[in-house]
């Protein structure tokens, strides 16, 4: 009798955390591996495929959501746009290429100006944003593709009312798919942004042909426009009011960064100056910008001119989908349909590239801050997570495009905005006083754009507070949670230091672990004299004084560097700086049992104050009580107890 093999619980564990060891191994965040410089990696017009997934793939909603958003002004809008674009964000991106060559961003550039935990804090608003802006992308995306599918002619009577449905589907394939293992395929993106521009060309040459052979349409729109909002001037205005509403638009420049480690370099260059690499970026930026502009105003014009007004509000056929209705419109159902197809495609694949993003983005800071649990430095669990929160977006938005139009907006400005700024601050400190001002006029563009839209729509920044209450919430948890934690990822000792150890371990084994202080040979020999009254030592038992200075306690994970030197002629005192007092005494005491075979013992007095208060102490500013700490967080390290180091406090 056959039997059906179910698989066990410790094989579905394996499964899921696949990949962990290697992708948390000695604290490093995960990261995808970087191509070698020089020979290697892709020509930057490849490589600008996988930006434009993302970046032109928005020309499936964004003239719809314009022409909704500035009516017959949008080709006016647009242009504002194109302007803000060229003018504002290109020059900013290609700053941040030069300054975070590796495909950081900008959120690595203002990581290193602020520190301690503003600084973390900082990252974490940030990464806030960043999860609202791919996560949006992903669901937006799908959205649009479910719209794209659910009004082509040949399926709207099947599909009509199944946008959830389709929507949902779309999101569980995308995350099946990672699930399976997902590898960012150049080759495809190439295929699908090639294709997909290709029929958007067509669409936008027919449209425009029709502009110019039906006379009247142009002149209809300049009347109505006259009518409406009087002279340029006025039209100008509104134009500069309504754009950020079209904000949209902007997407891509991030992930454009995001990929520079995929392009090619030169053989001169090298890691510290990838000279090549910056070179290459900054041609796919520029060309990119460049095509999207194009495509931008010129569908902008067409969709107004040639869709009637009522087929951009919620349930007209040219909501979600504005080129796709001129496609079938003007070139036939057949023609039509394979521009939904390939629509469809490259929404998904601009879904596919966000989950990516957010895999790499959030292992990169969160377990080095100790701010993730640590299963999130594997893919699939996290895929999981992401895939749940995508459901619920669309829940909440009813799959609807133009209502997570605002978040997306949200996201894509807050990111830009502080890649402005951080390039100001990068050419001020660079003495670049020119381009200080002009980023500066940048950045307060990007700045009003940014308050206006969460004026507009304060949705994209309720659900981006979610994003961010639910990130820096996790966060503390897990810092919490991982408070005793062994987060030492080197031990390094000078000669001096090895000297005293192997000395003092041959001996006697024991440290006393010191709060440095004015350092004279009265603390030192008060010290020993304490000692050795609370533990009824005998006058002639040798130590070596440990002390530990703390540097950034909001830092988690760090390698230690211990020296070694004599004071006073004859106290041996072993120096370490770290974020943890505690757990640099506890790795450090490991260190020496691995090292040299033998169980050390540290001496600790008792700190005066509420338990409670030093445990707030330590948490925040890695000092407090630091003995039984020193203790708990050797307990958790070696469960073995006749292994683990001895802690004496009296």
């Known amino acids: 009798?056959?039997?059906?093999?179910?698989?066990?619980?410790?094989?579905?564990?394996?499964?899921?955390?696949?990949?962990?060891?290697?992708?948390?191994?000695?604290?490093?965040?995960?990261?995808?591996?970087?191509?070698?410089?020089?020979?290697?990696?892709?020509?930057?017009?490849?490589?600008?495929?996988?930006?434009?997934?993302?970046?032109?793939?928005t020309l499936g909603y964004q003239p719809g959501i314009a022409a909704l958003a500035a009516g017959l002004l949008s080709p006016v809008a647009t242009i504002v746009l194109v302007i803000v674009t060229l003018a504002g964000a290109l020059p900013v991106y290609r700053r941040v290429a030069e300054e975070s060559p590796h495909g950081q961003g900008s959120i690595s550039m203002l990581e290193r100006l602020l520190t301690f935990w503003k600084g973390k804090l900082f990252v974490l608003t940030l990464l806030g944003f960043a999860a609202t802006d791919f996560l949006i992308t992903i669901t937006l995306s799908a959205a649009d593709a479910s719209t794209h599918l659910v009004e082509n002619p040949h399926l709207a009577d099947v599909l009509h009312d199944k946008r959830m449905l389709i929507t949902l589907v779309l999101i569980a394939l995308l995350g099946a798919v990672f699930l399976k293992g997902f590898l960012e395929a150049i080759g495809v993106a190439v295929a699908l942004v090639g294709v997909y521009l290709g029929l958007n060309a067509v669409v936008v040459v027919t449209g425009l042909w029709h502009v110019?052979?039906?006379?009247?349409?142009?002149?209809?729109?300049?009347?109505?426009?006259?009518?409406?909002?009087?002279?340029?001037?006025?039209?100008?205005?509104?134009?500069?009011?309504?754009?950020?509403?079209?904000?949209?638009?902007?997407?891509?420049?991030?992930?454009?960064?995001?990929?520079?480690?995929?392009?090619?370099g030169e053989p001169a260059d090298t890691e510290e100056k990838p000279t090549g690499r910056i070179r290459g970026t900054k041609k796919l930026l520029t060309v990119?910008?460049?095509?999207?502009?194009?495509?931008?105003?010129?569908?902008?014009?067409?969709?107004?001119?040639?869709?009637?007004?009522?087929?951009?509000?919620?349930?007209?056929?040219?909501?979600?989908?504005?080129?796709?209705?001129?496609?079938?419109?003007?070139?036939?159902?057949?023609?039509?349909t394979v521009y939904d197809?390939?629509?469809?495609?490259?929404?998904?694949?601009a879904g596919a590239s966000a989950m990516a993003g957010l895999l790499n983005l959030m292992p990169r800071y969160l377990p080095r801050y100790g701010m993730a649990p640590h299963w999130a430095r594997a893919v699939r669990p996290m895929v999981i997570v992401f895939t749940l929160i995508g459901f619920l977006v669309t829940w909440i938005?009813?799959?609807?495009?133009?209502?997570?139009?605002?978040?997306?907006?949200t996201g894509v400005l807050v990111l830009i905005s502080s890649a402005a700024i951080a390039v100001t601050i990068a050419a001020r400190k660079a003495g670049q006083r020119g381009w200080t001002i002009a980023f500066a006029v940048i950045s307060a563009v990007f700045l009003y754009t940014t308050v206006v839209n969460i004026i507009e729509r304060p949705d994209g920044v309720k659900i981006g507070a979610c994003f961010i209450a639910g990130i820096i919430l996790v966060s503390l948890l897990s810092r919490l949670a991982r408070a005793f934690e062994l987060r030492v990822t080197s031990v390094e000792l000078d000669d001096m230091a090895e000297r005293f150890v192997r000395d003092i371990a041959h001996r006697t084994?024991?440290?006393?672990?010191?709060?440095?202080?004015?350092?004279?040979?009265?603390?030192?020999?008060?010290?020993?004299?304490?000692?050795?009254?609370?533990?009824?030592?005998?006058?002639?038992?040798?130590?070596?004084?440990?002390?530990?200075?703390?540097?950034?306690?909001?830092?988690?994970?760090?390698?230690?560097?211990?020296?070694?030197?004599?004071?006073?002629?004859?106290?041996?005192?072993?120096?370490?700086?770290?974020?943890?007092?505690?757990?640099?005494?506890?790795?450090?005491?490991?260190?020496?049992?691995?090292?040299?075979?033998?169980?050390?013992?540290?001496?600790?007095?008792?700190?005066?104050?509420?338990?409670?208060?030093?445990?707030?102490?330590?948490?925040?500013?890695?000092?407090?009580?630091?003995?039984p700490v020193t203790r708990e967080v050797l307990r958790e390290a070696?469960?073995?107890?006749?292994?683990?180091?001895?802690?004496?406090v009296g």
């Open 1 to 57: 009798m056959a039997t059906t093999e179910h698989p066990s619980p410790s094989r579905i564990r394996a499964w899921m955390l696949e990949g962990l060891s290697d992708m948390g191994k000695a604290g490093r965040a995960a990261a995808k591996p970087e191509p070698e410089l020089g020979h290697k990696g892709q020509p930057w017009w490849r490589v600008m495929c996988l930006t434009g997934v993302d970046y032109f793939s």
């Open 212 to 264: 110019v052979t039906e006379g009247h349409v142009i002149t209809d729109w300049s009347n109505a426009l006259t009518a409406e909002h009087g002279n340029v001037f006025v039209m100008i205005g509104v134009a500069l009011i309504i754009f950020p509403k079209l904000a949209l638009g902007l997407s891509g420049f991030e992930t454009g960064v995001a990929v520079m480690p995929h392009v090619k």
């Open 288 to 336: 990119a910008a460049l095509i999207m502009s194009a495509f931008l105003i010129t569908t902008s014009f067409i969709t107004t001119l040639l869709i009637p007004e009522k087929a951009f509000e919620a349930g007209g056929e040219a909501n979600g989908r504005a080129l796709a209705y001129l496609a079938h419109e003007y070139l036939g159902n057949a023609f039509g």
């Open 341 to 349: 197809i390939s629509t469809i495609l490259i929404l998904w694949f």
């Open 397 to 409: 938005f009813d799959a609807d495009v133009d209502a997570q139009g605002g978040a997306y907006a």
């Open 509 to 627: 084994g024991r440290f006393i672990a010191n709060e440095p202080g004015s350092r004279d040979t009265a603390e030192y020999r008060d010290k020993i004299e304490q000692i050795r009254k609370d533990h009824d030592l005998p006058p002639q038992e040798d130590f070596v004084f440990v002390e530990v200075t703390v540097t950034d306690p909001s830092e988690f994970e760090a390698g230690l560097t211990v020296r070694g030197e004599v004071l006073h002629g004859r106290y041996r005192v072993l120096t370490l700086e770290s974020s943890s007092v505690s757990n640099a005494l506890a790795a450090f005491l490991l260190h020496v049992r691995d090292t040299t075979g033998s169980i050390p013992h540290i001496y600790f007095e008792w700190t005066e104050g509420n338990p409670f208060a030093n445990f707030l102490r330590f948490f925040l500013f890695g000092q407090g009580e630091v003995a």
């Open 638 to 648: 070696e469960p073995d107890r006749s292994r683990r180091p001895n802690v004496h």
